[in-house]
T-cell receptor, first 112, second 114 residues
């Protein structure tokens, strides 16, 4: 079992819809959670970070964290074709400061 | 300001050769990370520097891989006796400190071992 698991995808949504991306992690002591967007051939770009249980909103993006369920999600509202990319979930543990563990990503396609 | 830079952007080498990959972090960032990413997978942690010292090298796959950061800024990832399985994109990231801080990634070096 991988330490960070994501929907295998690919995920396809129509323009304007809500895209929902999910991630589970195995290390219960994890304290920091990140969503990165990676366009094809490019490096990962941080779009959201979350540290406490609950929701965190930034524009069209909402990250949700539930530490009891070891689950983190990303919602993208009013999806745009420019949101088409691979979304990577990353987790940082309390005892391994610095190291991030990434999932394998979910590829999202937003169709006009 | 300038972001993380990596050189070369592409490196093609033959099996058994030695390669060096360079990372120049964001100015003032004390933490520097190396990851590698294979096609269809997420980045895989290799090593993390805090200043000049390697704080965590648990991700280095074997003793053919070595990294240095002698002055606490630029870092070099060194791979000896390259193997075809080393082919991947090598990503460098930096952050202002360890813990939960944001990691900013460079563009990566695509290494191809023939």
């Amino acid at each position: 079992q991988k330490e960070v698991e994501q929907n295998s995808g690919p995920l396809s949504v129509p323009e304007g819809a809500i895209a929902s991306l999910n991630c589970t992690y195995s290390d219960r002591v994890s304290q920091s959670f990140f969503w990165y967007r990676q366009y094809s051939g490019k490096s990962p770009e941080l779009i959201m970070s979350i540290y406490s249980n609950g929701d965190k909103e930034d524009g069209r993006f909402t990250a949700q964290l539930n530490k009891a369920s070891q689950y983190v999600s990303l919602l993208i509202r009013d999806s745009q074709p420019s949101d088409s990319a691979t979304y990577l979930c990353a987790v940082k543990g309390n005892t391994n400061a610095g190291k991030s563990t990434f999932g394998d990503g979910t590829t999202l396609t937003v169709k006009p | 300001g300038a972001g993380v830079s990596q050189t070369p952007s592409n490196k093609v080498t033959e099996k058994g050769k030695y390669v060096e990959l360079r990372c120049d972090p964001i100015s003032g960032h004390t933490a520097l990370y190396w990851y590698r990413q294979s096609l269809g997978q997420g980045p895989e942690f290799l090593i993390y520097f805090q200043g000049t010292g390697a704080a965590d090298d648990s991700g280095l796959p074997n003793d053919r891989f070595f990294a240095v950061r002698p002055e606490g800024s630029v870092s070099t990832l060194k791979i000896q006796r390259t193997e075809r399985g080393d082919s991947a994109v090598y990503l460098c990231a930096s952050s202002s400190s360890g813990g939960g801080d944001t990691q900013y990634f460079g563009p990566g070096t695509r290494l191809t071992v023939l």
